[in-house]
Nanobody
Framework: QAQLVESGGGLVQAGGSLRLSCAAS????????MGWFRQAPGKEREFVAT??????????ADYADSVKGRFSISRGNADTVYLQMRSLKPEDTAVYYC?????????????????WGQGTQVTVSS
């Protein structure tokens, strides 16, 4: 059974940085599409970033407009994905979730991802 575990959340001041990590186990994730989503209180879960396999050790990435230029998604190895967040804003406050989709295609829709982590809280103070 695939399992995803996020870490790295916390409290940071506006303008600061955080790096989230997601460790995947229970499967072969090298060709999975891995994504980050977030959910703020009272809001729906929204897409943040995704990375899909392109070729051996090569991945493509896509981002929500709200985080382009500030966030960066990367693969540490086949089973680890990171989300580097810079220039954080109070509106970035949310629970951040890591997700995995076995198909090697981009998706910005939560419904396309089969596996989810438990989430990690990110709070940005003004």
């Amino acid at each position: 059974q695939a399992q995803l575990v996020e870490s790295g959340g916390g409290l940071v001041q506006a303008g600061g940085s955080l790096r989230l990590s997601c460790a995947a186990s229970g499967g072969t994730f090298s060709r999975y599409t891995m994504g980050w989503f977030r959910q703020a209180p009272g809001k729906e879960r929204e897409f943040v970033a995704t990375t899909k396999w392109r070729s051996l050790n090569s991945y493509d990435a896509d981002y929500a407009d709200s985080v382009k230029g500030r966030f960066s998604i990367s693969r540490g190895n086949a089973d680890t994905v990171y989300l580097q967040m810079r220039s954080l804003k109070p509106e970035d406050t949310a629970v951040y979730y890591c997700a995995a989709d076995p198909s090697p295609v981009y998706s910005v829709h939560a419904r396309d991802y089969d596996y989810w982590g438990q989430g990690t809280q990110v709070t940005v103070s003004s």
